[in-house]
Structures are given as C-alpha cells and as structure tokens.
C-alpha cells in the first residue's frame, strides 16, 4: 500500500513539474516570440484611403452651437485604435470590425498571434503580408504604441482614438486577469494577493522583472512611454502632451456610451455603427472591491496613469460640453433603447451567462490561466434571419472574430491549448 502511495506521489511531482515546466515554455513562446529579422525598410508615404469605394454621406449636425444647421458629411474610414489594456477595449473591438465589414475596408493585423508582439514597440513590419507602399484603413490589436512607425502604416488624415480607465480600476482587472503571467506575483502570501501587494508594492515588485509592467502603470506603458518614472519626472508631462497631440478622441470606460457618441460625431458615424454587447465581462464574484484605502494605495502606486486619465477626463467632458449636455444625455438615451432592443432579439436569456453555460465553443471567451471567470453569451435560437447574421457578429469574441477575417493566430492558439489544460 505504501508503495503504492509513493509511485502515486512521484507521478503527480512529475506532472507538476513537466506542468511547470510545459508553462513557462508557453508563457516565454507567447510573451517574447518576435516577428522575423527587420530590414530598413524604404519610407513610401501613403498621402490618401484606400477604401474599396467611396463611403455613403448622410446628414451630420455639428457640435459647434453657432453652427447648428445640419450638414452633409462622409464618414471618415482611416482609424487608428490604440487598444489598451483591460479597458472595455474587446467591445470597441467589436464595433471596429464590423464597421470594417461593412464598408469593405483593409485592416492591418498580426501575423500569428493576436497583438504585435506586445510588448515590444510597434514595427510596421510586424503587420501581416506587409510591404513598404501598402495602405490600410483600420489598425485596431494590441500593441505598444510606435507613432513613428504607425504614421508609416495609414493615410495622413488617419483619425486617432483611444480608451482610458480609472487606473483604480484597471490596476485591479490587471492583477486578476495577468496576475499569473508575472512571476513576482508567485511569491506573494495569502489568499489576497492584491491587499497585500499595495500595502507593500515596493517590496513586491522588481521593474526588470518578467512581465511586471503589467502591474505599473500599464496606460502609460502601453503608449509606449518608461512606467517606472517618477511623476515629477519631465518625461511624464512630455508623454501626455504627446498623447494629447496625436489623439483627436480619448474615451473612457466609465462612460463608454457617451464616448461613442464623441466618436459618431467625431467621424461621422450612424447610430447603427454603434451598437453592441459588453464583452470580455468578468463575473461580478471574481472582481475585488477596493476599500477606499486600497482604492488611494492603488492610485498613488499607478500614479502616472491616474494623471493621465485626470487630463483626458477633463478634455472629454469640455467635448461633452460642446456637444451639449442635453444632446448627448438624448443620444446616449436611445443608443441604450437601440441596445436593449438587439439584447432582447439576439441573447438567449437576455444576459450573459457564466463561460460553463456557453453552449456554442464558437461563442467561448479568452480566458485567463486557473479560472474561467470571463463570461459571454448563448445565441438566442429564434432569432429572425434578417438580424441572424448581425446578432451572430455582435457576439462574437474577438479571437473567433478575428479568425473569421483571416488572421492567423497559431501562437495564441497553442497557447491556449496550455491554457486549457491549466484550468481543466
């Protein structure tokens, strides 16, 4: 018997550390696989779109008061979306491609994985069958920002528009969603691992450390600037002032709606464009409540982040004002009546559900190593064949999506098998 329990024990530590081993490998493919060698490759400016034809014009009233007079306008194709990190960014997402469908127009993608090998800085040669001289309408993945090189990529009347996060908040999501991709979080005790990393961060964390970055600053990191600055630091404003230069529309998670009408009016977009289904949502039990302690520890550790997302949030609500208050708050009114009503068509149940009750695997989320904590939607059976198609789009993740306009993601994909078998 006693023999018996010992083979028993050796066969489960070789599990664990072919396990641990078998992570680590994926966790390093995944993380620091790069594209091939970079060649210089020749500057061709790229001066106009290359939409596959002229956009529909339809009639736009503009937000300047003196001009309340509708006019005709086009609605602007060429878009730069700087998605950042665990900031309602895969809903966008989802909009961007449809709009993209259905306008017929080019998106620059990855090539083997979903993002541009984040988190290196963007090279345009990482875009997927690049060759200097192409054009491209949409960029939309994850990346580590390069304006540089992005500027190389789009037409140069190219709309820029990002999303922001209460750092608060976002530090926490990133905690849970990466915590266990970044190996300094492994030798942190207790069950509250997030408590006990900001009553001491300092302590925890090591700047050099293997994916750290998630868990300081993440914004500003994203953007492409250094996240372990000091906030007195000249760098900081001067990355702020470069961010506040490029992007003609900075959203905010907090008031997602209100930013999508901030974006119609921006490109001239319709109602239809906007709509959609909150996805990459976490399960409400999953999701640490930050005491009003933790909530000032985490804002004061991501200080760089909370002073950007300060000076963002002051410029939206000034677009707010120039919008009109009364205006937008009609606007935001029906876009959630529009919503409701493709919820009720479209979503069997109405709601989300937990990722165990997905029926369809076309339907599961991404989720994160050791849980499946990210929920997502059943398809309602009796939708009617007019909405069938569009229903099918809105519920898409982004990965199946993705798929579904040629990218090839054998990267993601294999790490997700390892994934799989982690939360088994």
């Not at 790229?46 to 609605?75: D, F, G, L, M």
């Not at 194709?77 to 993209?100: E, Q, Y």
């Not at 915590?179 to 090591?206: M, N, S």
């Not at 009750?357 to 009617?384: F, H």
Request: hydrophobic share 40%; charged share 25%; aromatic share 12%.
């Amino acid at each position: 018997m006693v023999g018996k329990q010992g083979r028993q024990w050796r066969s489960m530590c070789k599990g664990l550390v072919l396990g641990t081993l078998l992570t680590s490998c994926m966790i390093l493919l995944y993380c620091l696989s790069s594209p091939q060698v970079h060649f210089n490759l020749p500057e061709v400016p790229v001066p106009y779109s290359c939409a596959h034809r002229p956009a529909q014009s339809h009639i736009h009233q503009t937000t300047n008061v003196s001009k309340r007079a509708k006019e005709v306008c086009t609605p602007k194709v060429d878009v730069m979306f700087m998605k950042t990190h665990k900031t309602a960014s895969s809903t966008f997402l989802n909009i961007l491609f449809r709009f993209g469908e259905k306008h017929r127009l080019k998106f620059a993608f990855p090539d083997s994985r979903n993002d541009f090998f984040y988190p290196t800085l963007f090279q345009r040669s990482q875009v997927k069958d690049y060759r200097p001289g192409m054009c491209f309408n949409i960029i939309c993945n994850h990346m580590r920002f390069n304006a540089a090189e992005v500027a190389k990529l789009l037409p140069m009347d190219t709309s820029y528009i990002t999303i922001l996060r209460d750092p608060a908040e976002l530090f926490e999501s990133s905690f849970h969603y990466f915590g266990r991709l970044v190996p300094l979080t492994w030798k942190i005790p207790g069950e509250d691992k997030l408590t006990e990393f900001l009553h001491d961060p300092h302590y925890y964390f090591d700047p050099e450390g293997f994916n750290s970055f998630y868990l300081k600053n993440l914004l500003f990191f994203d953007f492409g600037h250094d996240n372990t600055l000091e906030l007195n630091d000249p760098q900081v404003q001067e990355g702020i002032r470069s961010i506040t230069d490029r992007f003609q529309l900075v959203m905010l998670v907090e008031h997602f709606e209100e930013s999508l009408i901030l974006l119609k009016d921006t490109l001239c977009w319709e109602m239809d464009d906007l709509l959609f289904f909150k996805l990459n949502a976490r399960k409400g039990s999953t999701v640490s409540k930050l005491t009003p302690e933790l909530r000032a520890k985490a804002l004061e550790w991501n200080a760089i982040d909370w002073k950007l997302y300060q000076h963002f949030n002051i410029t939206f609500w000034k677009k707010v004002d120039a919008y009109g208050r009364k205006r937008m708050a009609n606007d935001v009114a029906e876009l959630r009546r529009r919503n409701a009503e493709m919820a009720s068509l479209c979503i069997e149940g109405g709601h989300a559900v937990d990722a165990g009750s997905i029926q369809e695997t076309a339907m599961q989320p991404w989720q994160p190593i050791g849980e499946k904590s990210i929920m997502g939607y059943n398809l309602n059976k009796n939708v009617d064949k007019a909405h069938r198609k569009l229903c099918r789009k809105m519920l898409t993740p982004e990965l199946q999506y993705l798929t579904e306009l040629g990218v090839n993601l054998w990267i993601t994909k294999l790490w997700g098998h390892v994934r799989d078998v982690i939360n088994w």
